[in-house]
């Protein structure tokens, strides 16, 4: 066991050492989850939008002060003629334009009916069809407002409810994705030029005539990324919460103990990656390259896995980010405990088992 300490402390002094690691360690994870939570979102905002009102009246005013009072929409310019809307949309100052047409009050108090005309441009058919909903959703809450004072009869009111996400945040979305991409590039890139850092220093033959054994070696290379990890961990989850405003409804040391098994996992991947390459560049890009279009496409938190291939959905299931995704969305957002993600749970734990043991028995005795 002192042996063991002794090898765990040099490795924590290379990691020490080494500017770049602590770099990637901390500085890495610190700028993607600031860029995921406030850049890129799935949310469209600011949003530049025309009128063309040819009623001014009563209602078009209420209703473009509805939308005024959104933080969807910048109100650019009313304009006077379609040519002018035309032209503004051609000339990229407007995303949309929204149209009222002449009589729009008279219609809607005595024919009880009235038409508005949206406009978006569809070069972003998805950004389009998001503004379009905005659009109606506010017309719709305007129009219920209206139908209340008038109590007309056989009216269907429909009441929707969000769960776990009510104010439709986008970063409750990103920020367990992001996790799970963090710690699986981060983990796995840094052990995975462990093992071949000391074969280019010339340093593995002291490894190898040391009475150490193989998994002892292996343990104390990842003792120190393990620590370093969920110091990285915590680091992320106080930036989630208390600058991302994301909420940790469940068990935060059911969270911690959660990802401390999806690190070892991704410890493990990365001591087999340096096993079996010969150089840190290779296992560098076999680890931050190969680790991260999987971990983005197999995840689930930027492209439903239900809309892909049943192949591609298989396939997905060896990827372990899929697996914390589902536990981390689980225990932060929906409150819920172990009973629920047990089944994930004994996935990461297999597949920890497997790559330790993979990684135990590539590891080469000899000097190549």
């Known amino acids: 066991m002192k042996q063991l300490l002794v090898f765990i402390r040099k490795e924590f002094y290379h990691v020490f050492r080494d500017r770049r690691t602590l770099l990637i360690l901390f500085g890495l994870p610190t700028a993607q989850i600031m860029l995921f939570g406030y850049a890129l979102s799935s949310e469209v905002k600011n949003i530049n939008l025309a009128v063309v009102d040819f009623s001014k009246d009563v209602a078009t005013q209420q209703i ?54 949206l406009i978006a441009d569809a070069s972003d058919p998805n950004t389009a069809t998001t ?62 030029v462990s093992i071949v850092r000391e074969k280019e220093l010339g340093t593995m033959e002291v490894l190898l005539v040391s009475p150490f054994k193989p998994i002892l070696v292996l343990i104390a290379k990842a003792v120190p990324y393990l620590v370093l990890s969920l110091l990285d ?17 469940g068990s935060v040391v059911l969270l911690f103990a959660e990802s401390t098994l999806f690190i070892i996992c991704c410890l493990s991947l990365g001591l087999l990656i340096s096993n079996i390459t010969a150089s840190q560049q290779v296992a560098m890009l076999a680890s931050m390259m190969g680790m991260m279009l999987p971990t983005i496409l197999f995840t689930g938190f930027m492209f439903p896995l239900e809309n892909m291939p049943l192949p591609l959905q298989l396939v997905s299931n060896i990827v372990p980010s899929r697996w914390y995704y589902l536990i981390v969305k689980a225990i932060m957002l929906k ?34």
Not at 70 to 98: C, H, P, T, W
Not at 111 to 117: G, H
Not at 138 to 153: S, W
Request: hydrophobic share 50%.
């Open 131 to 192: 503004i379009t909903n905005y659009l109606t959703g506010i017309i719709g809450d305007y129009q219920q407002q209206i139908n209340a004072a008038a109590a007309l009869p056989y009216q269907i009111q429909t009441e929707t409810r969000m769960l776990y996400n009510p104010d439709m945040n986008g970063s409750l979305n990103f920020i367990p994705g992001v996790l799970a991409l963090i710690l699986m590039i981060v983990c796995t890139t840094l052990t995975s």
């Open 64 to 117: 473009i002060t509805k939308i005024q009072s959104s933080s969807y929409f910048n109100l650019q310019q009313s304009v006077l003629s379609y040519a002018d809307m035309e032209r503004a949309f051609r000339e990229g100052k407007i995303r949309a334009a929204i149209v009222f047409p002449t009589g729009f009050n008279d219609d809607l108090r005595h024919v009880n009916k009235a038409q508005i005309q």
């Open 335 to 368: 409150g819920l405990g172990f009973g629920a993600v047990w089944k994930e749970t004994v996935v990461l734990i297999g597949m920890a088992v497997g790559l330790l043991g993979i990684s135990l028995k590539n590891f080469n005795i000899r000097l190549a």
């Open 233 to 249: 961990f915590a680091l992320i989850l106080v930036l989630a919460v208390f600058v991302l405003d994301v909420p940790v409804r």
